[in-house]
């Protein structure tokens, strides 16, 4: 994004090619010289906001009564219920490709959330839980809560994954396409509403095998 525009170049004799960005690198489009920040641009740009730091993973796991979830579906996502006190009602850990916990999406009341850590190399939350090929079919939800909620209707014997919104899903599956490609069916089952809808089409046509990929259609509830 530009800052300041038709200034008179440093090096060459235009009077009005030269501009500065919001970076405070300089370009004059008249002789094309880039030009690093000055001293001054340097000291006033803001410094980076640092990360908010990651939580470990809790040792000891306990039932989450307002999402209805037992001790032991807690367990096998890994989900940090909040103790009396804490500003949160949950912490879901994320992980990368090689298991490293890399960052937590907090829920907090009013199903609010917030992220700890970078977890722009996270994989499919649950995914570090399911084995590659473990189980015939996989389930793909649109959310953390659903994964858990989806792992335990189905009574806590098949595997159920997360995309990280439905504004991510095409580089969810992407980057994930190996992983999900393992299982013989996979099951698309995003929020009934419009992004969700769009969010299954947009993962269903990835570019698995024709006859594997299956959308589930919630019928009376958003999600």
């Not at 980076?48 to 990651?54: D, E, H, N, S, T």
């Not at 916990?101 to 190399?121: A, P």
């Not at 839980?129 to 659903?146: L, N, R, W």
Request: positive net charge.
């Amino acid at each position: 994004m530009t800052k300041k525009t038709g200034l008179p170049c440093p090096k060459c004799s235009s009077s009005d090619a030269y501009s500065i960005q919001e970076n405070g690198w300089g370009k004059c489009f008249s002789c094309n010289t880039n030009f690093p920040p000055s001293k001054e641009e340097a000291e006033r740009k803001e410094p980076p906001k640092p990360k908010r730091g990651v939580t470990p993973i809790v040792e000891v796991f306990k039932a989450f009564p307002a999402r209805g979830f037992s001790k032991s579906t807690c367990e096998r996502y890994k989900i940090n219920v909040a103790r009396e006190g804490d500003y949160y009602e949950a912490k879901y850990p994320l992980f990368d490709k090689g298991g490293n916990h890399v960052g937590n999406k907090v829920r907090r009341d009013g199903k609010k959330f917030l992220i700890e850590g970078d977890i722009n190399k996270a994989v499919l939350y649950g995914q570090t839980f399911f084995p590659a090929g473990s189980a015939k079919a996989i389930t793909v939800v649109e959310g953390q809560d659903d994964a858990a909620a989806a792992y335990q209707i189905m009574g806590s014997k098949y595997p159920v994954v997360s995309v990280h919104s439905s504004s991510t899903v095409e580089k969810d599956i992407r980057e994930n396409f190996e992983y999900l490609n393992s299982f013989d069916t996979i099951v698309f089952c995003m929020d009934n509403d419009e992004h969700g809808i769009k969010a299954a089409k947009t993962a269903a046509s990835a570019g698995f095998a024709l006859g594997k990929v299956k959308i589930l259609t919630l019928r009376h509830h958003k999600d």
